[in-house]
């Protein structure tokens, strides 16, 4: 009973650590900060609830939750091979277990996000494959999208620009119907990058412009500035 509510606890810590790194500025640090003081505690309550998510659903369902409320924090301290990566696994079995198809899917595409920033892009496209079958089985359409930008991106990275903009394109389309707009930024951003890619520096433009209109909207400076860069690129 100690370890559950010691895990139950950090758990709880995770989040707070988490949240604050998402408010951005000072809060980065201050988040950054939580985490590397507890993270001994972090990882013993995660460890706990791996352990016994198979006879004890609560463990189950913090082991599925730890990657979860923690993924800012995790992604950059954790080392991909030996920590995150078995994380997310584990928390895949725990989703498995209790039967919590969203969870399932939501782990398996940042597993292939996990293999895409190792540089293994057609590992992570196995994964984000797998994510698409779950959001469509579900229903989860923004989980769809998710996976189709983040297979876009791989097949980039593969050198396979057309079958990106295919991915791109269906994302675009689900985007625009459910009315995100600085998922639908990012998107445009992706295609022009693909066309750039392509060698078609002027269909890469038109969709920087767009992504331009978009960032200025919704007041988004990190994003405007990208594809500032972006388009001073496809100029040159």
């Known amino acids: 009973a100690a370890h559950k509510r010691h895990a139950a606890y950090y758990l709880d810590v995770l989040g707070r650590a988490n949240d604050l790194y998402f408010e951005g500025a000072d809060k980065i640090v201050k988040g950054l900060s939580l985490f590397d003081l507890e993270r001994t505690n972090i990882e013993a309550g995660f460890e706990w609830s791996a352990t016994n998510m198979v006879s004890d659903s609560d463990a189950a369902r913090m082991t599925s939750a730890y990657p979860d409320v923690g ?14 990566i078995p994380w997310l696994q584990k928390a895949i079995d725990a989703a498995k277990t209790l039967k919590d198809k969203k969870a399932e899917g939501y782990h398996l595409g940042n597993l292939g996000n996990a293999y895409a920033d190792l540089g293994d892009a057609r590992k992570a496209i196995e994964y984000y494959e797998k994510r698409i079958v779950i959001a469509k089985e579900i229903g989860d359409r923004r989980g769809e999208v998710n996976a189709l930008g983040n297979l876009g991106n791989a097949y980039l990275v593969l050198g396979d620009a057309r079958k990106a903009i295919e991915y791109h394109e269906k994302a675009l389309v689900i985007m625009e119907e459910i009315g995100d707009r600085r998922a639908q930024g990012s998107i445009l951003g992706n295609l022009g990058l693909a066309y750039a890619d392509l060698g078609g520096a002027r269909k890469a433009i038109e969709y920087y412009e767009k ?4 960032a200025k909207e919704i007041g988004d400076r990190r994003g405007e500035g990208r594809v500032l860069g972006n388009m001073g690129l496809a100029y040159a």
């Open 211 to 214: 992504r331009i209109v978009i």
């Open 71 to 84: 993924v800012y924090c995790l992604n950059l301290r954790q080392h991909a091979k030996r920590e995150w």
